[in-house]
């Protein structure tokens, strides 16, 4: 149980273009998911908490605008790269959280050329 | 900023060694926990333990809490080549809900 996956696994886009990853809890219901984005051989940096119908909470330096969260159910945050550029190519983990665990999605690697 | 700091920040031991990772955090905590992630994967969650615990087990996973130092500990007994990972504490704040605030990891590689 507590299945997290994370769609895509892995996008190439041209600079300007927006980018859409999902991300579903596929055995259990979350009222809150988490962003994150790694750079390499870094840690993981919190970028929003998902809360299922109402506004994303963006974390200090993170810009709503640019990376746009929906939490529309209870099974599904989608978080949108809006006119990506190569330096936000990163590595993109999502989380549902249950009880005091988050689960963690297997990640979408975003490279923007 | 981050919460955790672990370390070491690298750690390479031989196989059928044991494996002490550490991590200190500056605020009140819920709760520790510590994750695995292999090489560009997803996190996967190894083990949850409490403000009012002191040590947790897991198979070869042995994990202590100190509330008073504001540290927690990672043991792997008996090393294995599998083992090879990264590993991050996380700590879930006292009304924070349920964010959790990842530490800088420590990376493991158990040689053959």
């Known amino acids: 149980g507590a299945v997290v996956s994370q769609h895509p696994s892995w996008v190439i886009c041209k600079s300007g273009t927006s980018v859409k990853i999902e991300c579903r809890s596929l055995d259990f219901q979350a009222t809150t998911m988490f962003w994150y984005r790694q750079f390499p051989k870094q840690s993981l940096m919190l970028m929003a908490t998902s809360n299922e119908g109402s506004k994303a909470t963006y974390e200090q330096g993170v810009e709503k605008d640019k990376f746009l969260i929906n939490h529309a159910s209870l099974t599904l945050s989608t978080l949108t790269v809006t006119s990506a550029h190569p330096e936000d190519s990163s590595f993109y983990i999502c989380?549902?959280?249950?009880?005091?665990?988050?689960?963690f999605g297997p990640g979408t690697r975003l490279t923007v050329l | 900023s981050q919460q955790g700091e672990e370390d070491p920040q690298a750690l390479s031991i031989q196989e059928g060694e044991n494996a002490t990772m550490n991590c200190s955090y500056k605020?009140?905590?819920?709760?520790l926990q510590w994750y695995r992630q292999n090489s560009g994967r997803g996190l996967v969650h190894l083990i949850l333990?409490?403000?009012?615990?002191r040590e947790k087990h897991s198979g070869r996973l042995r994990v202590t809490l100190d509330t008073s130092k504001k540290s927690s500990s990672l043991l792997i007994t008996a090393s294995r080549a599998a083992d090879t990972a990264s590993y991050f504490c996380a700590t879930g704040r006292t009304g924070a809900g349920n964010m959790l605030t990842f530490g800088g990891g420590t990376r493991l590689m158990v040689k053959p």
């Open positions: 605020t009140s905590i819920n709760n």
């Open positions: 333990i409490r403000s009012n615990e």
């Open positions: 989380s549902a959280s249950m009880s005091d665990t988050q689960y």
